[in-house]
């Protein structure tokens, strides 16, 4: 038989059907390979900061006997006895071998600066500890702390190491006696900053964040909210209502420190408030995420159907009455969702805090509006600049905790829209 006629139509058709094919697993392929590589770079990140950071989570405590010596509590205010005295006088009962003024020094130099208010604390609350003996677990000092989570190696060269090898026997005879143990850091999340390590902890940033946040929540949402309705249902369009769409859009992508720029000008040298305080803080942030919620309430305004505006006003309804029982009630979901992001990124705002003063270094628990305080984004930048290096562990940690509450407030975006959402 006859060998049927090639088609070269046909032939160039599937030529170019196979190049197209080949191209579209090449798409495939490097799209597969962007996302895997996206995934490995977030996880190095994970992997870095918890691998550096976990250790922040357990705090080393020395078990001392201490004699609260009647003597040293003459005066009816207990805070000016000397506790720092009661704490050397027990290391130098437990080590009766160590006389020199230097090794008296390195051997009082294990325990934490801090330990001295711990005992003010517990005499404070139960002054029957006058005159009795107790045993007492206190922090010990950074260094050590840090030696025992493995952080400093002993087998470097003394010189080498900030804990010497006379610090290391006597460390090693107090873990011999069982007066050495690692718990739970709840002084992370129950104290405030403090120049030492082992004493320093995020609840005055926490609290700091908090008031900031709700100050900002308060002014940013029905201003926000109020804007876009007005913009997107009363407003005529015009070039005037067209020029205030764009500036909003642009006011969305302006540097975050502009604001902070903007807040050190008009809210602290024309209006005189005081620096340092959430208040401030709240202002500025106020300023910078009230763009973001406009655009997101307007398109959930716009993802409202015609058809409810004009159902509504077909029965009756003022405009009022239309956007305010109608319109406004099916398009919150999209607006809450759109105000959590905005949250969201204030949480993680450090530049223009920087610009009002938050910057300082706080070390008292914030109860108010106008009390000095910081942030968690900026208490991580400060310990992020200190030089001591139990602070890298501190870091991470605080980082995970900011990280932590961004993961829920995204995921409370997420099931909002999720659990409102009317699908047309």
Same mark, same amino acid.
């Given at each position: 038989?006859?060998?049927?006629?090639?088609?070269?139509?046909?032939?160039?058709?599937?030529?170019?059907?196979?190049?197209?094919?080949?191209?579209?697993?090449?798409?495939?392929?490097?799209?597969?390979?962007?996302?895997?590589?996206?995934?490995?770079?977030?996880?190095?990140?994970?992997?870095?900061?918890?691998?550096?950071?976990?250790?922040?989570?357990?705090?080393?405590?020395?078990?001392?006997?201490?004699?609260?010596?009647?003597?040293?509590?003459?005066?009816?205010?207990?805070?000016?006895?000397?506790?720092?005295?009661?704490?050397?006088?027990?290391?130098?009962?437990?080590?009766?071998?160590?006389?020199?003024?230097?090794?008296k020094k390195d051997l009082y130099y294990l325990i934490s600066p801090g330990a001295s208010f711990q005992l003010m604390k517990q005499v404070k609350n139960n002054p029957a500890l006058i005159g009795q003996k107790e045993l007492i677990w206190v922090a010990a000092n950074?260094?050590?702390?840090?030696?025992?989570?493995?952080?400093?190696?002993?087998?470097?060269?003394?010189?080498?190491?900030?804990?010497?090898?006379?610090?290391?026997?006597?460390?090693?005879?107090?873990?011999?006696?069982?007066?050495?143990?690692?718990?739970?850091?709840?002084?992370?999340?129950?104290?405030?900053?403090?120049?030492?390590?082992?004493?320093?902890?995020?609840?005055?940033?926490?609290?700091?964040?908090?008031?900031? $946040?709700?100050? /900002? *929540?308060?002014?940013?949402?029905? !201003?926000?909210? +109020?804007?876009?309705?007005? =913009?997107?249902?009363?407003? #005529?369009?015009?070039?005037?209502?067209?020029?205030?769409?764009?500036?909003?859009?642009?006011?969305?992508?302006?540097?975050?420190?502009?604001?902070?720029?903007?807040?050190?000008?008009?809210?602290?040298?024309?209006?005189?408030?005081?620096?340092?305080?959430?208040?401030?803080?709240? $202002?500025?942030? /106020? *300023?910078?995420?009230?763009?973001? !919620?406009?655009? +997101?309430?307007?398109?959930? =305004?716009?993802?409202?159907? #015609?058809?409810?505006?004009?159902?509504?006003?077909?029965?009756?309804?003022?405009?009022?009455?239309?956007?305010?029982?109608?319109?406004?009630?099916?398009?919150?979901?999209?607006?809450?969702?759109?105000?959590?992001?905005?949250?969201?990124?204030?949480?993680?705002?450090?530049?223009? $805090?920087?610009?009002?003063?938050?910057?300082?270094?706080?070390?008292?628990?914030?109860?108010?509006?106008?009390?000095?305080?910081?942030?968690?984004?900026?208490?991580?930048?400060?310990?992020?600049?200190?030089?001591?290096?139990?602070?890298?562990?501190?870091?991470?940690?605080?980082?995970?905790?900011?990280?932590?509450?961004?993961?829920?407030?995204?995921?409370?975006?997420?099931?909002?829209?999720?659990?409102?959402?009317?699908?047309?």
């Open positions: 038989m006859d060998q049927p006629e090639k088609n070269p139509t046909i032939d160039k058709v599937n030529r170019g059907l196979k190049r197209r094919y080949r191209a579209e697993r090449r798409f495939r392929i490097l799209g597969a390979t962007a996302i895997l590589t996206a995934l490995c770079f977030l996880f190095l990140l994970f992997f870095s900061i918890v691998s550096s950071g976990y250790k922040a989570f357990e705090k080393t405590f020395i078990q001392i006997e201490v004699f609260f010596d009647p003597a040293e509590f003459t005066n009816e205010n207990l805070a000016a006895a000397n506790f720092p005295g009661l704490i050397k006088a027990s290391m130098n009962s437990m080590f009766p071998e160590v006389t020199s003024r230097k090794d950074d260094d050590v702390d840090m030696l025992l989570k493995g952080n400093i190696d002993r087998t470097r060269p003394e010189s080498e190491r900030r804990i010497s090898d006379k610090q290391l026997g006597w460390l090693d005879t107090l873990a011999h006696d069982g007066k050495i143990k690692k718990t739970f850091n709840t002084a992370f999340f129950t104290s405030g900053d403090s120049r030492e390590p082992e004493l320093a902890g995020i609840w005055g940033a926490t609290c700091g964040s908090f008031y900031t $946040l709700l100050i /900002t *929540l308060s002014l940013s949402f029905p !201003i926000g909210v +109020a804007a876009a309705v007005y =913009l997107e249902e009363f407003a #005529p369009k015009n070039r005037w209502t067209d020029i205030i769409e764009v500036n909003i859009n642009n006011l969305a992508a302006v540097p975050s420190i502009v604001y902070g720029l903007l807040g050190l000008a008009v809210f602290i040298n024309f209006f005189g408030m005081p620096r340092s305080t959430p208040l401030v803080g709240g $202002l500025v942030l /106020t *300023l910078m995420t009230l763009p973001i !919620i406009i655009i +997101a309430s307007r398109a959930s =305004l716009k993802s409202v159907p #015609p058809s409810i505006r004009e159902a509504a006003l077909g029965i009756g309804a003022s405009k009022m009455q239309m956007v305010a029982h109608h319109v406004l009630p099916l398009a919150l979901p999209g607006m809450l969702t759109g105000t959590i992001i905005g949250m969201a990124h204030a949480l993680g705002e450090t530049a223009p $805090l920087l610009m009002v003063g938050m910057v300082a270094f706080i070390v008292d628990i914030p109860h108010g509006f106008t009390d000095p305080a910081t942030v968690l984004p900026v208490q991580i930048y400060l310990w992020a600049d200190s030089p001591e290096r139990a602070f890298v562990a501190k870091t991470s940690a605080a980082i995970m905790v900011l990280l932590a509450f961004l993961f829920l407030m995204n995921a409370a975006a997420v099931l909002l829209r999720k659990r409102f959402e009317i699908k047309w």
